[in-house]
């Protein structure tokens, strides 16, 4: 499948510098459980644009990663392969498209039983990546790290608005989603959450940023089945400000991890996208921040999931 999968993206610098001895390509696909893509676009984008360089961002940062993790130890010994990154500059004005180019390289991915992590790119991405994995998953949620709830019907004339990305999963792909680190509500995303409580969950950074006593009830709303979206802006600004909108108020690194630990241990997770960083030139640590979170969320697929 990988001939097909190359047919999407470009070449990229590799996710990590690790001690691989593959002899080709294809032999790392195969041999790879992990398959990592970046989607560089941010066409919707409505206060800081920026996000389309956050992949190579993250793979650049990526080098620097430790390869032992003093918790889940040497990750990468389960394969981690970087097909490289979506083309979509030429589809880069309609939204639409990018989202079904994103679905169709997912599909290829997903139909190879690869656990898929995609690199945003603006949060509309997660809408094509969802659609693959909603096909292979009957049942299956969406677990959402966000400072917005992102139910908006459309924001700047398009339903595939990076403010709509959680209305497309429960509308469109019919997912419950679980939102938490919110502190942006707007009026008509607040109507919908109190119209569809069954299937929109919230908890907010102001009820949960010191405390892990809302665990067991977050984890209660989740299917079996869950996919991660980690929109990087659900982290405080004091530890990420390259993202377009940084809220104050967020989630520490450590709350953040904690939770998703539980969340791998407790459920199956299926692929995760770390999404909306917008690298700030001369300031590193966000970069830095997103690839480790990467590389935590493998770490915690290998031991909890794959493992086990």
């Not at 990592?36 to 919707?44: A, Q």
């Not at 997912?106 to 991405?125: A, C």
């Not at 398009?158 to 792909?173: I, M």
């Amino acid at each position: 499948m990988l001939n097909n999968i190359r047919k999407y993206v470009l070449g990229s610098l590799q996710f990590g510098a690790f001690p691989y001895d593959f002899k080709s390509d294809s032999e790392a696909y195969n041999k790879s459980r992990i398959v990592i893509m970046g989607v560089p676009f941010d066409g919707t984008a409505t206060y800081q644009t920026g996000t389309k360089t956050g992949p190579n961002a993250i793979l650049n940062a990526s080098v620097n990663v430790e390869p032992y993790d003093d918790e889940l130890g040497e990750i990468y010994k389960v394969g981690i392969f970087t097909a490289g990154t979506l083309n979509v500059e030429e589809i880069h004005t309609d939204p639409k498209r990018v989202i079904e180019s994103v679905y169709k390289a997912s599909k290829g991915i997903v139909k190879d039983n690869k656990f898929l992590v995609t690199l945003g790119g603006e949060h509309s991405i997660s809408q094509g990546v969802i659609k693959a994995y909603k096909e292979k998953y009957k049942r299956l949620s969406i677990l959402q790290l966000d400072a917005h709830l992102d139910l908006m019907e459309q924001f700047g004339g398009t339903r595939y608005s990076h403010a709509s990305v959680s209305r497309r999963a429960v509308e469109d792909l019919r997912c419950k989603v679980t939102s938490f680190g919110v502190r942006v509500v707007s009026k008509e995303e607040h109507n919908f959450f109190k119209k569809n409580k069954s299937d929109v969950s919230v908890f907010y950074a102001k009820d949960i940023y010191d405390n892990d006593s809302w665990h067991e009830e977050a984890l209660d709303t989740l299917e079996y089945n869950v996919y991660i979206t980690l929109d990087v802006d659900g982290f405080d600004p004091s530890i990420m400000p390259a993202t377009g909108t940084p809220v104050p108020g967020g989630l520490g690194w450590y709350r953040v991890i904690d939770f998703l630990r539980k969340v791998y241990k407790e459920r199956k997770v299926v692929g995760f996208d770390v999404v909306e960083l917008k690298p700030n030139p001369g300031n590193e640590a966000p970069n830095f921040l997103s690839a480790n979170l990467v590389y935590k969320n493998i770490g915690f697929y290998k031991k909890y999931t794959l493992l086990s």
